[in-house]
């Protein structure tokens, strides 16, 4: 079983940067790919971004595309996800989830394992 814990969210002012941390437990951590969700009050589960098991692909939603990265350190079994110039709009309660193909995925149900989410407030 792999266990992921979000981490890093809170309140941030309109145009200010927030970097979330999810961490794995397991030792297969290399082997998944791992995304990036969010879900905000009244609207459905969204994809943010996605990276391959190796790193070297990634994949992000065109409402953050430019402004959020992410990228993933095997030997600390963590993902990350950079959000810079965040938007009100950007509002919404973080999820990491990993894929045990290893493919790059936009849809949710492909996913495996979920943390239990972080909240990101951006204010105006």
């Known amino acids: 079983q792999v266990q992921l814990v979000e981490s890093g969210g809170g309140l941030v002012q309109a145009g200010g940067s927030l970097r979330l941390s999810c961490a794995a437990s397991g030792r297969a951590f290399s082997s998944y790919a791992m995304g990036w969700f969010r879900q905000a009050p009244g609207k459905e589960r969204e994809f943010v971004a996605a990276?391959?098991?190796?790193?070297?692909?990634?994949y992000f939603a065109d409402s953050v595309k430019g402004r959020f990265t992410i990228s993933r350190d095997n030997a600390k079994n963590t993902v990350y996800l950079q959000m810079n110039s965040l938007k009100p709009e950007d509002t919404a309660v973080y999820y990491c989830a990993a894929d045990y193909s290893g493919r790059v995925s936009t849809v949710w149900i492909d996913y495996d394992y979920w943390g239990q989410g972080t909240q990101v407030t951006v204010s105006s």
């Open positions: 990276i391959k098991r190796s790193g070297g692909t990634t």
